[in-house]
């Protein structure tokens, strides 16, 4: 398998997190007994692992200047709750690009000369204030508002993306909108996230009723709102969901995993080692090596493979996550709900291909709009 030609890796800095968000990772750990699919793996995770880097920033540096155009993304936990090493490591890193992955609510612990310096920020929000501090805890969404509002006042000008998880309680429609539409927030680009991870609850949660009523219809109204936003206005709004997959489809191309996962995307662990995807933490078995001395352009490649790959939109979707197809935290039924969004999104911007096309032809809009950075931390596919 190819790999892409750039790596990116995630620096994970601490699993400590300063908020308690009701759909926090830590359910992707836990029982997973009593699934319909008796496939499902459990996971072993290394206890040894240290909550925080706890390594030579030394060994990381050597690492990464192994790679003339590497690209750093820090992660957590909440990474800003280490800020102090991210003012270190920005200052004495041979490293070509920063990234930041951040709930938003210790932004202003950073000066503003280092803000300046990231090429993307993502902020966590997942639409209008009750929406997000229903999810998020109270003050959440102000306490963001107001730190966004600030670092764009003192000088913030690059990519500012809105990543939002999405659940029941979630409408699409207008929760994208209400963040791409707003002109006080300034944010560049729109990302979202389904919370799919279930952890044993699918059978107490209304998920695939909304999914059918609710979420892929509303993903339907929202495509054509896309790409009426081109025609009307000349300018492809950057919702990645719709954006990284529409300009392969506009050039041809097929992908691999959207995410970049195992095979241009990387998470380095708080001990050093080196895994596959930011989600799999502590899960040893799959680590592809340690900074002390692998090489950052020849890390192994772990393929998605079982049921994804026989699927007819294999190329379209890459096999959307990489942490599933190993851990196989769905059952037949789970499994068959979430695939069926992703058939939506592909019928969705396969049904519009030819109205973009005649836009780029009429030269109202430009392929060249549709290029963004890749591998960025979003998903992209739902």
Not at 360 to 380: M, R
């Amino acid at each position: 398998m190819m790999r892409w030609i750039l790596v990116y890796f995630h620096l994970i800095l601490t699993d400590e997190c300063n908020l308690c968000c009701s759909y926090c990772r830590a359910k992707a750990f836990e029982e997973t007994a009593g699934r319909e699919d008796p496939t499902v793996l459990q996971t072993e995770i290394d206890p040894t692992l240290p909550p925080d880097l706890d390594f030579d920033l030394n060994l990381l540096y050597n690492f990464l200047k192994k790679d003339p155009t590497s690209t750093l993304t820090f992660y957590g936990g909440e990474p800003l709750m280490r800020a102090d090493l991210i003012n270190t490591i920005m200052q004495e890193a041979p490293v070509h690009r920063f990234m930041l992955q951040t709930n938003g609510i210790l932004l202003d612990h950073l000066a503003s000369q280092i803000i300046n310096r990231f090429s993307t920020i993502l902020v966590s929000l997942d639409g209008h204030e009750a929406l997000t501090d229903a999810n998020r805890g109270a003050g959440t969404y102000r306490n963001v508002i107001e730190n966004i509002k600030r670092i764009r006042q003192n000088g913030y000008t690059r990519e500012l993306i809105a990543r939002m998880t999405v659940t029941e309680s979630t409408d699409i429609v207008d929760a994208v909108h209400w963040l791409s539409d707003n002109p006080d927030y300034s944010f560049s680009s729109i990302h979202w996230q389904l919370d799919a991870n279930f952890a044993d609850d699918f059978s107490h949660r209304q998920f695939a009723d909304w999914v059918n009523e609710s979420y892929n219809p509303g993903i339907i109204r929202l495509v054509t709102d896309w790409v009426d936003h081109m025609e009307n206005e000349g300018e492809v709004q950057r919702w990645y969901p719709f954006l990284d997959p529409m300009e392969d489809l506009l050039c041809g191309r097929q992908s691999l995993l959207r995410c970049g996962s195992g095979h241009a995307n990387y998470s380095i662990m708080t001990d050093g080692h080196i895994a596959p995807c930011p989600v799999m933490i502590g899960m040893s078995q799959y680590y592809v090596g340690h900074i002390k001395d692998a090489d950052p352009l020849d890390l192994a490649v772990i393929a998605v493979n079982g049921e994804c790959a026989d699927c007819q939109i294999r190329g379209f979707c890459g096999g959307r996550c990489l942490y599933s197809n190993i851990t196989k935290p769905w059952g037949v039924a789970e499994r068959r709900v979430v695939c069926s969004t992703v058939e939506n999104l592909h019928a969705g911007l396969t049904d519009v291909l030819p109205r973009v096309k005649d836009l780029i032809d009429e030269g109202v809009i430009h392929l060249a709009d549709f290029s963004h950075e890749k591998f960025n931390g979003c998903e992209i596919i739902p």
